[in-house]
């Protein structure tokens, strides 16, 4: 894929041509071909109504494109089911494990909250969560496997902390989770998308996504991935008609749970989402994983490149290659009394995340120029 590719793909999202648009860590932009696809369903919905014919059509379309899904993790397609978003997705795994009394999950102090509170539950009090800390937005693969012992049974993380956007190294973290025999447990939301994901070699053992974001779809819709080893282990707490074997057939009210991931189903899905996420996965898929991942990357040390070259802009980190992501935190003087409203004011989105620190994401339909443009307002920007 060449850069030329990336420049052209901009033309899908609207809110490019008002905004120099670096929030993604926010909300993914919707392209034009997942809005008309959206559209389409619902102006057919609202026009035409939904009889059983059509219902089990929306079914076939669900299954069908868990093979899309599984291609863009490495997984296969009965390991992958669909949620309503990142945090009711772990809960399948936090509320399916029965570990023993004094087990410890560890995770980290810069985890989006779905990640620790999935083990607050007051019916999880036999279970300890251990979080490694954090220093200059970054945990160092050692200070996290430092907190392993033999009472650990698993390590869950955001693959990329959205408070930072420090990337773990997952395939190392995987090995010794493999190696000790504890479960991995990763949520993807920050970065699928944007950067590679493989389950198979990282050895991660269930992965949760909502779509939001990288992915450039609405709220409401994600995707879990459960490995076979995984699917026995877990002991299913919820369960509703659309797990069965045969969905369709209730004719003996006899619960038979489809052998792959799908048994976490409960229920109908966001219908309308999924035709946005299948437009998403494929423009990703057709610009290349590993392509995007290092387009993303280049951004992002082009971006830190700016920041050597601008006075009283500061970075948190900056990180190493291999924990570079697309999300950024840039520092400013505390008394710019910046905030979200004036940057789009001057036609920039980013999050302002404190009365000192902005954050900045680059994905793959923002360009050069896009950053040039923000350091050109920072550059000349008065309170």
Known sequence: MSERQFEEIR???????????LDTATTGLISKDSFNSMVSYLENRYREG???????????YADNMRSLVA???NSEADEVFYGDNCSSILNVFSSGM????????????????????????PARKNVEIK????????????DLVALVDDKTVAVQLCGVENTSGFRHDLSRIGRICRDKDILFVVDATQFIGALEVDVKEMNIDFLAVSSYKWLNNVFGTGFGYASKRMIEKIEQQY???????????????????????????????????LRGMKEALETYLA??????????????????????????????????????SGINYLTFPEEWNLNDHILRENGIRAHVAGKNKMRVSVHFYNNRQDIDLLFTFLNGYED
Request: overall charge negative; cysteine-free.
């Open 131 to 142: 979080l490694a800390r954090s220093s200059n937005g970054q945990v160092p693969y050692d």
């Open 71 to 73: 291609g863009a993790i």
């Open 239 to 273: 369960v509703g008609w659309v797990g069965n074997t045969n969905r369709m057939d209730h004719s003996a009210f006899k619960l038979d749970l489809a052998s792959g991931a799908r048994r976490y189903e409960t229920g109908g899905l966001n219908w309308t989402g």
């Open 50 to 60: 939904m009889d059983i014919p059509d219902y089990v059509e929306n079914w076939n």
């Open 11 to 21: 033309g899908k999202y609207p809110v490019l041509e008002k905004y120099v648009y």
């Open 287 to 324: 610009l290349g994983k590993s392509e995007t991942e290092r387009y993303i990357k280049d951004l992002t040390e082009y971006l830190y490149q700016k920041v050597k070259n601008t006075e009283h802009i500061g970075v948190v980190g900056p990180f190493d290659r291999v924990n570079i």
């Open 98 to 121: 029965d570990f023993p009394e004094g087990s410890n999950v560890i995770s980290t102090d810069l985890s989006f909250p779905s990640t620790p509170y999935t083990w607050m539950n």
